[in-house]
């Protein structure tokens, strides 16, 4: 099972850090991505990074605002969300996959089959 955190209001401008880990097995061995879905729309995948942490990749909103990183030490996966935009606001989901064949790419295309309840994020003055 994957647990986020970090969810929260914040301002439009402003930054959040939102976090993954998981209960049951190491992210080190995980291909990780970031989903959203706001309200009304569909689920959108936001970033991914490799299981060797060398490889990235975003979905075009949020290229130069975002960043995902993993921290092998505490086993966890980060968003690193910068500049934040109305538009960014929603459920974020951590999604997992131990299929991805490359160890060092992603793809936001991937099908990803762990996933956690989302932490929520706002937007708003």
């Known amino acids: 099972k994957l647990v986020e955190s970090g969810g929260d209001l914040v301002q439009p401008g402003g930054s959040l850090r939102l976090s993954c880990r998981s209960t049951?097995?190491?992210?080190?061995?995980?291909?990780v991505a970031w989903f959203r879905q706001a309200s009304g729309r569909e689920r959108e995948p936001v970033a991914c990074i490799s299981r060797r942490g060398n490889h990235d990749d975003y979905v075009d909103s949020v290229k130069g605002r975002f960043s995902i990183d993993r921290d092998f030490a505490t086993r966890a996966v980060y968003l690193q969300m910068a500049n934040l935009e109305s538009d960014d606001a929603g459920i974020y989901y951590c999604a997992a996959t131990a299929r991805w064949p490359q160890s060092s790419s992603c793809s936001l295309s991937a099908y990803f089959d762990h996933w956690g309840q989302g932490t929520e994020v706002n937007v708003s003055e």
């Open positions: 049951e097995f190491s992210l080190d061995d995980y291909t």
